[in-house]
Nanobody, 123 residues
Framework: QVQLVESGGGLVQAGGSLRLSCAAS????????MGWFRQAPGKEREFVVY????????YYADAVKGRFTVSRDNAKNTVYLEMNSLEPEDTAVYYC????????????????WGQGTQVTVSS
């Protein structure tokens, strides 16, 4: 059983930056593909990015490509999401998720989820 805890959300002005963290426990972190998703009020959960277990492959949603950067530190069991040039449209609850080995952008494929962290971007 893997537990995921996100942190780093907050309120930021448009154009600003935030760094989210997702700390994992209870499993072999190095074997998991880690994904970030977000959900805005009244909208479905949306894929943001995933990174494979060894960091060898990353895949970004078009909406965040060039602005967001994912990274992971397997020694610290933590994955990060660096968000730059934030826009009001990025306002959402951000979730990290874990899936053993499989590279996927589909939320339904991820077995473990964190509780989410709120990101609010003001205009």
């Amino acid at each position: 059983q893997v537990q995921l805890v996100e942190s780093g959300g907050g309120l930021v002005q448009a154009g600003g930056s935030l760094r989210l963290s997702c700390a994992a426990s209870g499993g072999t972190f190095g074997g998991y593909t880690m994904g970030w998703f977000r959900q805005a009020p009244g909208k479905e959960r949306e894929f943001v990015v995933y990174m494979t277990w060894n960091g060898g492959v990353t895949y970004y949603a078009d909406a965040v490509k060039g602005r967001f950067t994912v990274s992971r530190d397997n020694a610290k069991n933590t994955v990060y999401l660096e968000m730059n040039s934030l826009e009001p449209e990025d306002t959402a609850v951000y979730y990290c998720a874990a899936q053993w080995m499989r590279s996927t952008s589909q939320a339904i494929d991820y077995k473990y989820w964190g509780q989410g962290t709120q990101v609010t971007v003001s205009s």
